[in-house]
Nanobody, 120 residues
Framework: QVQLVESGGGLVQPGGSLRLSCAAS????????MTWYRQTPGQERESVAV???????NFADSVKGRFTISRDNAKKSVYLEMGSLKPEDTAVYYC??????????????WGQGTQVIVSS
């Protein structure tokens, strides 16, 4: 079993910054792909930022230059640093991690979601 716990969402004014965290626990042996998604009511979940084992990163065009993604291997955590926030960044943000368990089997896990509201 692999569980993800997210934290760091909240209310922020336009132009402000937030840092989201996602920590994995359980039988995690290695992590290969770490992705942050976001979803607004009535819309499909969209990929915001991806970090692949080895360091390759990819960002949605809407957040390029404003968001960064990073990881802490020792803490089995992934972070999303969000800057120059805009009202259209308002959404529920989810982390998703793919990796290998200690039993040598692949896993795919989702965080519970954390609300980000950008408003004055």
């Amino acid at each position: 079993q692999v569980q993800l716990v997210e934290s760091g969402g909240g209310l922020v004014q336009p132009g402000g910054s937030l840092r989201l965290s996602c920590a994995a626990s359980g039988n995690v042996s290695s992590i290969n792909v770490m992705t942050w998604y976001r979803q607004t009511p009535g819309q499909e979940r969209e990929s915001v930022a991806v970090l692949v084992n080895g360091g390759m990163r990819n960002f949605a065009d809407s957040v390029k230059g404003r968001f960064t993604i990073s990881r802490d291997n020792a803490k089995k955590s992934v972070y999303l640093e969000m800057g120059s926030l805009k009202p259209e960044d308002t959404a529920v943000y989810y982390c998703h991690i793919q990796g290998i368990t200690t039993w040598g089997r692949p896993f795919s896990a989702w965080g519970q979601g954390t609300q980000v509201i950008v408003s004055s």
